[in-house]
């Protein structure tokens, strides 16, 4: 397949140069180039700049060439936390917490995570093949182009490996690139109630080793929580993780103030996520051992909870990401744009700052950030074309997706004006 394009004419040519997380007001610094153009040879970014500069005299002979007039050109958005491989829904879930029942006190009776738990035990890897599919194909059009996605709905050797291939299967299929994170400690099943620790000795003992020598997951994760695992937990499950090759994250401070924002510093994690109620001096551990704050507005959005203090973490010198937490229970949406105007609205995260928490930061929290999440030479041709002139008219369409067109490695992968955007599995 033909991977040379060229992309000229770009009202905003917004490159995010960099290859580490931003901080602070370098979050705001975009790097726009007006009437800017990207050539891509061989998947790759071979040069970008103004488009008198860069295309005129070129020999564009064996390219595609795109004309971007009067549009918004930005690198691929990397949606850095998400859970999109799971079976069964929870939309009953969903109305009982519409009348006032929390997301606790559902996981105390059986629901929440332990519901989705029994339907992907259930699924066949055939139907999680199909209906992952299908969720890649709806995030390409809000142009992800680099996504996480996380096991954590078997809390078992069979299921989490299932999960794991079924992402590794997607990932050799679909033009997205999803990066893999084994979440065992998603939640302690039903069968280790009151064992929590038994549990942890049992992933540590059975699954960790299983996944790694199968090369099925870059990361490991767990949920740091009152009443799931506590601190000292999560400090020897991925201490292990780690000492087996595992990089690490953490699902940190998002119903309590736990300390898991401390112990994302201690352990130096890539990325500590939710973080709702992170305490002052958690952030600023993570911000001098450089852990990335991955916000999901989305989840505080459909749980009716506070808003992570965005504001304060950019401006303490935290980087910050974005992303959706597409899941079954609490944030059954893989909308980007949404995720851009909450954090806009109501987290005080300025437009150019939200870019930069969607491309190079969220890179960044998966460990990518040398390799996507900006347009520089050398990196892959992920590129998405709006349909209007400015990056703000992302947060302004609210939760209406403007992206035109999606390209993947120098292919034009999604055109918003063709039939022909599904992918077989």
Not at 40 to 56: P, Y
Not at 222 to 239: A, G, M, P, T
């Amino acid at each position: 397949m033909d991977r040379n394009i060229v992309v000229k004419n770009a009202a905003q040519l917004v490159t995010c140069s960099g290859n580490k997380a931003k901080v602070g007001q370098n979050m705001s610094d975009l790097c726009i180039i007006k009437d800017g153009a990207v050539v891509i040879e061989d998947g790759m970014i071979k040069a970008v700049g103004r488009s008198g500069e860069l295309v005129d005299g070129m020999d564009i002979t064996g390219y595609e060439v795109i004309n971007a007039s009067g549009k918004a050109v930005l690198p691929g958005f990397v949606d850095s936390h998400t859970h999109f491989v799971f079976g069964g829904y929870r939309a009953e879930e969903f109305s009982w917490r519409l009348r006032g029942d929390s997301y606790m006190d559902i996981m105390e009776r059986g629901g929440g995570i332990a519901n989705t738990v029994r339907s992907t035990r259930r699924a066949l890897k055939e139907e999680l093949i199909v209906a992952g599919g299908k969720r890649l194909d709806s995030m390409l059009s809000f142009g992800v182009t680099t996504v996480e996605g996380k096991s954590g709905y078997g809390l078992d050797l069979e299921t989490e490996i299932k999960q794991l291939e079924v992402m590794q299967i997607l990932a050799d299929s679909h033009p997205i690139d999803v990066v893999p994170t084994y979440l065992g400690a998603h939640a302690v099943p039903e069968e280790y109630k009151g064992r929590e620790d038994q549990y942890i000795d049992y992933m540590i003992e059975n699954v960790i080793p299983e996944v790694t020598a199968r090369g099925l997951a870059e990361f490991c994760d767990i949920f740091c929580e009152k009443n799931v695992f506590s601190v000292d937990q999560s400090r020897r499950f991925l201490s292990k993780a780690k000492e087996s090759g595992l990089k690490l994250k953490l699902h940190a401070d998002e119903i309590v103030q736990l300390g898991g924002a401390e112990l994302a510093a201690e352990l130096e994690a890539f990325s500590a996520d939710h973080l709702l109620q992170a305490s002052d001096i958690g952030l600023e551990a993570m911000a001098r051992s450089n852990v990335v704050a991955t916000l999901l507005p989305g989840t505080a959005f459909c749980l009716k909870e506070p808003y992570a203090r965005g504001r304060y973490m950019i401006d303490h010198g935290c980087a910050v990401a974005l992303a959706t937490d597409l899941n079954p229970g609490s944030c059954f949406s893989e909308s980007i744009p949404l995720i851009f105007s909450l954090a806009a609205l109501y987290m005080n995260i300025s437009p150019e700052e939200a870019v930069t928490a969607l491309t190079i930061n969220g890179a960044a929290a998966v460990d990518r950030a040398d390799t996507v999440g900006s347009l520089d030479p050398g990196k892959k041709g992920d590129v998405i074309i709006l349909e209007y002139p400015s990056y703000k008219y992302i947060p302004y369409h609210a939760a209406v997706s403007c992206v035109e067109k999606v390209i993947k490695s120098g292919v034009l992968v999604y055109d918003k004006g063709s039939r022909k955007n599904k992918f077989t599995f």
